[in-house]
T-cell receptor, first 113, second 113 residues
Framework: GQQLNQSPQSMFIQEGEDVSMNCTSS?????WLWYKQDPGEGPVLLIA?????ELTSNGRLTAQFGITRKDSFLNISASIPSDVGIYFC?????????????FGKGITLSVRP | DAGVIQSPRHEVTEMGQEVTLRCKPI?????LFWYRQTMMRGLELLIY????????DSGMPEDRFSAKMPNASFSTLKIQPSEPRDSAVYFC???????????FGPGTRLTVL
């Protein structure tokens, strides 16, 4: 089946630093989404990307839809303590009636004050 | 605006008991998704509905699991009989017009003793 690869599992950065996360796949996806999950809560949508090459920002977050449609990245600039959480990428590959989101395993981000 | 509502938030039960999880999607959304999240397997899609009709239940682990959506504003996920390996966080998500930009509820943490 389709899989999305996120690595490493955990990242540790210093407050104020920028961080970049990648998400890759062997399959083509037509939509990429990035979610953040805080402890004890459900994932919250951060950014949605719909076109290959698209670059979208949401505050300190920037995400890009890879030109090959097999990858995406998320950048967080000037990290702050509340950026701590699990970041998931998700992709949608239209396959007729069975289109659904595939999620990566997530990257746990820790920010040292 | 109310987001996706799930109840209960926590459920502790004994092996063999029936468990019913409830979800109210965002008003106006016509797609509803049930996910299960564990440390080992990450976020897994169990089943999803479009316009109250089950579209894909290939992720439902076994016959002990069943889901219904009797109307546009309510869905249930039932496990009967429950087993310890069913312990996980169960999320409901909804979207409009398919499965782009899914919005997640806060989840139900299920513990089966």
């Amino acid at each position: 089946g389709q899989q999305l690869n996120q690595s490493p599992q955990s990242m540790f950065i210093q407050e104020g630093e920028d961080v970049s996360m990648n998400c890759t796949s062997s399959s083509i996806f037509n939509t990429w989404l990035w979610y953040k999950q805080d402890p004890g809560e459900g994932p919250v949508l951060l950014i949605a990307l719909y076109k290959a090459g698209e670059l979208t920002s949401n505050g300190r977050l920037t995400a890009q839809f890879g030109i090959t449609r097999k990858d995406s990245f998320l950048n967080i600039s000037a990290s702050i303590p509340s950026d701590v959480g699990i970041y998931f990428c998700a992709g949608q590959a239209y396959t007729g009636a069975n289109s659904k989101l595939t999620f990566g395993k997530g990257i746990t981000l820790s920010v040292r004050p | 605006d109310a987001g996706v509502i799930q109840s209960p938030r926590h459920e502790v039960t004994e092996m063999g008991q029936e468990v019913t999880l409830r979800c109210k999607p965002i008003s106006g959304h016509n797609s509803l998704f049930w996910y299960r999240q564990t440390m080992m397997r990450g976020l897994e899609l169990l089943i999803y509905f479009n316009n109250n009709v089950p579209i894909d239940d290939s992720g439902m682990p076994e016959d002990r699991f069943s889901a219904k959506m009797p109307n546009a504003s309510f869905s249930t996920l039932k496990i009967q009989p429950s087993e310890p390996r069913d312990s996980a966080v169960y999320f409901c998500a909804s979207s409009y017009g398919g499965d782009n930009e899914q919005f997640f509820g806060p989840g139900t943490r299920l513990t089966v003793l």
